[in-house]
């Protein structure tokens, strides 16, 4: 029964900032990776922020520079700091968590979503 519980999208105005979090809750084994994802009304998903082996994070080139991924692993959170916003950052947001939930289970999980919409 794990759980990924997204908190912080609301509106915002052009030039804003917003932090999102994720915690992640029930039977958790390991926690290899958490990310952020996003989806316009429409469109595929894309990756916005997942960290990579090394010690570094894979950003989407739209958001360089702008958005910060950080992590409290006592937690289980992930957070998504955005800065300078845009209105073509609009769209849902979604957590993501690649977790094993015992020895030899292990999967994907993702979020609810939550909406972030940039508009003056």
């Known amino acids: 029964q794990v759980q990924l519980v997204e908190s912080g999208g609301g509106l915002v105005q052009p030039g804003g900032s917003l932090r999102l979090s994720c915690a992640a809750s029930?039977?958790?084994?390991?926690?290899?990776?958490m990310g952020w994802y996003r989806q316009v009304s429409g469109k595929q998903r894309e990756l916005v922020a997942v960290p990579v082996s090394g010690g570094s994070t894979n950003y989407a080139d739209s958001v360089k520079g702008r958005f910060t991924i950080s992590r409290d692993n006592a937690k289980n959170t992930v957070y998504l700091q955005m800065n300078s916003l845009k209105p073509e950052d609009t769209a849902v947001y979604y957590c993501y968590a690649d977790i094993s939930s015992s020895w030899y289970a292990r999967g994907d999980y993702w979020g609810q979503g939550t909406q972030v919409t940039v508009s003056s």
């Open positions: 029930g039977s958790i084994f390991s926690i290899h990776a």
